[in-house]
């Protein structure tokens, strides 16, 4: 088997296998795992509110998984883009409330994406500095970057910019919303679904641009794959650890597009809900591919809302067991792959 066909291969064979397993478990607790999945597609796929939850939770975590791709293709493991999101969802929050009313829609709403970017991108090139002028293990410095990100915007939210007897902050201006894809298109009925999913899938395809079809991508993966060789032939690895921590970071805090001037309209105590964390397993999903992720973060999505649907009926923890099979299984079978590869 080709390498090209052993890499779409490995995804396949893990979502199945952990759907097996899962079917198994389902069995065990007394329920009909046929009838069960049976129900949860339809109440996804089979209504027009359940598919816009889906493409609503997908949206999300398409940005939060590129947030993860673009630095592990520079051998980088950005635990942190749970944090780069809170932080940019309360940028973006903020901004949203401050802005005159009077201002077109078109600069407010990108005036917030932009406060969220930078936002992201600036958490996320803390543990980029880290790495490079301190020798700091990315993984270490996101992690708890996370935990000082829930510090700051918990201490801001519930001190200074919480409304009187609520969690969250002041509504963002009605100039600032981004629209539900229902009032421009008539399609997915009072869902959360907004534009704000073309938006990941563009960015998605400017970070497939950029890592594949790019010079600057080519060194980006060189100084991944081969760092000592990268300096050799004239490649600063730290500036593109740097550039892929940051870009990183600015697509995670692009998630704020989607919950807050898409959905929510203002910034609330864990309205995250841990999706950064998830984002780390769609991106796995998908081989840290740009395209592949809106194939993964789909998959994931109708786990997420699939999961709600059916509890009733199985708990939703049988949902979260099948994620974290599904990754796991990646990892054992990309593992036995490059075995095989080398044999």
């Not at 939770?57 to 635990?79: G, Q, S, Y």
């Not at 932080?87 to 407010?108: D, E």
């Amino acid at each position: 088997m080709s390498r090209k066909n052993l890499r779409l291969f490995i995804p396949i064979l893990s979502i199945l296998s952990a759907l097996v397993v899962s079917s198994l478990i389902i069995f065990m607790a007394g329920r009909d795992p046929v009838l069960i999945f049976q129900k949860m597609f339809l109440a996804t796929f089979g209504s027009p509110y359940g598919t816009g939850q889906v493409l609503f939770r997908m949206t999300t975590l398409v940005f939060v998984a590129l947030a993860v791709a673009l630095p592990f293709h520079v051998r980088l493991f950005n635990i942190g883009a749970e944090g780069q999101l809170q932080m940019g969802a309360f940028a973006a929050a903020i901004t949203g409330a401050i802005l005159p009313a009077w201002m077109p829609s078109i600069t407010a709403i990108s005036l917030c994406v932009t406060a969220a970017m930078a936002a992201g991108a600036f958490w996320a090139l803390l543990a980029g500095v880290l790495k490079v002028r301190f020798g700091v293990n990315e993984v270490i410095a996101t992690i708890m970057l996370n935990f000082i990100a829930q510090g700051i915007t918990g201490y801001l939210l519930t001190w200074h910019f919480a409304l009187p007897s609520t969690v969250h902050t002041a509504p963002i201006i009605d100039a600032t919303t981004i629209p539900a894809l229902y009032t421009v298109t008539g399609w997915f009925a009072n869902s959360p679904a907004n534009l704000s999913t073309f938006l990941a899938a563009g960015v998605a395809l400017l970070f497939q641009v950029i890592l594949f079809q790019s010079r600057f991508g080519y060194e980006m993966r060189a100084a991944g794959l081969q760092p000592e060789a990268a300096r050799y032939g004239g490649i600063n690895a730290g500036m593109h650890t740097l550039t892929a921590m940051g870009l990183g970071g600015a697509a995670a805090g692009l998630g704020a597009a989607n919950i807050v001037l898409g959905y929510k309209h203002y910034y609330e105590a864990g309205m995250s809900g841990g999706i950064g964390f998830t984002g780390i397993a769609v991106a796995l999903l998908a081989g840290a591919h740009p395209l592949w992720i809106l194939l993964s973060a789909l998959f994931f999505g109708v786990l997420e809302y699939g999961g709600l649907t059916v509890n009733a009926y199985i708990p939703k923890d049988i949902f979260m067991i099948i994620e974290a099979l599904t990754i796991l299984l990646i990892i054992a079978f990309s593992a036995l792959g490059r075995r095989l590869e080398h044999e």
